[in-house]
């Protein structure tokens, strides 16, 4: 199986940018000792493979990019045609959608090959410290322990009885593979909001169903209160 350089796995919003600093990255720390490099090409699967279209592994170089979306890779027949590729980069862009272990879109990325793993995400916690093991069981295999383990050292002592000690020790733990931007590190960054109001002007039948479904949703909602 050849070894490909990048795979980029991401929802539907692909960030190309990302795509391109990773790439140059790699490929320039190869350049030192290899010389001038080409940096390959960037392969883009389609939401479905069909009989019309025949992905071949084989056809990837080093140095191309291969990008895929987490909806396509839960396709048995995806994984199995990528699990067995060892890739130098593996990128998992909105990383929030593998954090249930228990998911298909989780166990086939588990099943990937990468030498090199970066995991990116605005949400790495949603729910639970769960979801924080199963990233880490991708990213370093082995750091957090298993699940069992992590349950009895720090998830069940931070989430049930609020342990400080717990919660400092998997911070301290952590924090190396942590790479963290707040809203204040890039606020300088970012351009002045622009707001535009438009109104909209409902007809006869659209208020009609508009207020229907406002009067449902507060009945629903007295039912609850």
Not at 63 to 92: C, H, K, M, N, W
Request: charged share 25%; net charge positive.
């Amino acid at each position: 199986m050849p070894e490909v350089d990048v795979a980029y796995f991401v929802t539907p919003n692909v960030g190309f940018e990302l795509i391109a600093a990773v790439t140059k990255h790699s490929a320039t720390a190869k350049a030192t000792a290899a010389g001038n490099v080409d940096l390959g090409s960037v392969w883009l699967l389609p939401p479905t493979l069909t009989a019309q279209y025949h992905f071949d592994v084989g056809s990837l170089k080093p140095y191309d990019v291969l990008i895929v979306s987490y909806g396509l890779l839960q396709q048995e027949a995806v994984v199995s045609l990528l699990a067995p590729v060892r890739f130098r980069t593996l990128v998992l862009d909105e990383v929030q959608a593998i954090k249930n272990s228990n998911t298909r879109r989780s166990k086939s990325v588990m099943a990937l090959q990468g030498d090199f793993r970066v995991l990116l995400t605005g949400t790495p916690l949603e729910n639970h410290l769960g979801e924080l093991w199963n990233l880490f069981r991708f990213i370093n295999p082995g750091l957090l322990g298993s699940e069992d383990s992590f349950n009895r050292r720090f998830a069940h002592p931070i989430e049930r009885n609020r342990s400080r000690d717990a919660r400092l020790r998997l911070k301290h733990l952590i924090q190396p593979f942590i790479l963290r931007r707040t809203k204040t590190d890039v606020l300088r960054e970012l351009p002045e909001r622009t707001e535009i109001e438009l109104k909209v002007i409902l007809n006869t039948k659209e208020a009609a169903f508009y207020e229907a479904l406002r009067k449902r949703l507060l009945d629903d909602l007295s039912l609850q209160i």
